[in-house]
């Protein structure tokens, strides 16, 4: 059956260093993977998109890779802050008509520690 | 620009009830997708609609349904609520129609209790 998972619950982390959130995913030939943040009683907010040709994307701290062979995303945040603590949620779509059943994973909540 | 809007934020519902949700998407997007969200299942998808037509569905049974106006507002409705419906429900919305590579922009939400 299809699966996506997501490293652990929870990852805890000094300020400054880089953490890296882990999205593994079987049965699945997705064509895009977004990561979210969510804070706690909001929405998810948009953070990457990486495609299925592409093998990494960067924003700012932001650093997301893609390897369809291991079936599996990595999402870092180099020098982490306090203000990145959140959950973050991974998603796969199939794309094409398929397109708009983004399949999330069930997240992972980060806390960086002062 | 104003963002995806739900309303409303909160709702207490009795079981057998029936409730309605209102989405008002990004000024722009045509489409629209429905999640729900519960601490066990994590964020589950519902159905999308772009330009007023259903076009994805998830597996939810025939009690939650959803339409879109031709202003791309979108309603969905539960009814005969069970307890188990007690769940954050979130509308997303994107530009071209979620082919993958437009990114969901959520609503906040409404969360629903079902007593």
């Known amino acids: 059956s299809q699966k996506i998972e997501q490293n652990s619950e929870a990852l805890n982390i000094q300020e400054g260093k880089t953490a890296t959130l882990t999205c593994n995913y079987t049965?699945?030939?997705?064509?895009?993977l977004q990561w979210y943040r969510q804070d706690p009683g909001r929405g998810p907010v948009f953070l990457l998109l990486?495609?299925?040709?592409?093998k990494e994307k960067r924003k700012e701290r932001l650093k997301v890779t893609f390897d369809t062979t291991l079936k599996q995303s990595l999402f870092h945040i180099t020098a982490s802050q306090p203000a990145d603590s959140a959950t973050y949620l991974c998603?796969?779509?199939?794309?094409?008509?398929?397109?708009?059943?983004?399949?999330f994973g069930d997240g992972t909540t980060l806390t960086v520690k002062p | 620009k104003a963002g995806v809007t739900q309303t409303p934020r909160y709702l207490i519902k009795t079981r057998g009830q029936q409730v309605t949700l209102s989405c008002s998407p990004i000024s722009g997007h045509r489409s629209v997708s429905w999640y729900q969200q519960t601490p066990g299942q994590g964020l589950q998808f519902l159905f999308e609609y772009f330009s007023e037509t259903q076009r994805n569905k998830g597996n939810f049974p025939g009690r939650f349904s959803g339409r879109q106006f031709s202003n791309s507002r979108s309603e969905m409705n539960v009814s005969t609520l069970e307890l188990g419906d007690s769940a954050l429900y979130l509308c997303a919305s994107t530009l071209t129609g979620p082919w993958g590579d437009s990114p969901l922009h959520f609503g906040n939400g409404t969360r629903l209790t079902v007593t």
């Open positions: 998603a796969l779509d199939m794309g094409g008509l398929g397109a708009g059943k983004s399949t």
């Open positions: 990486i495609r299925e040709n592409e």
């Open positions: 049965n699945y030939s997705p064509a895009y």
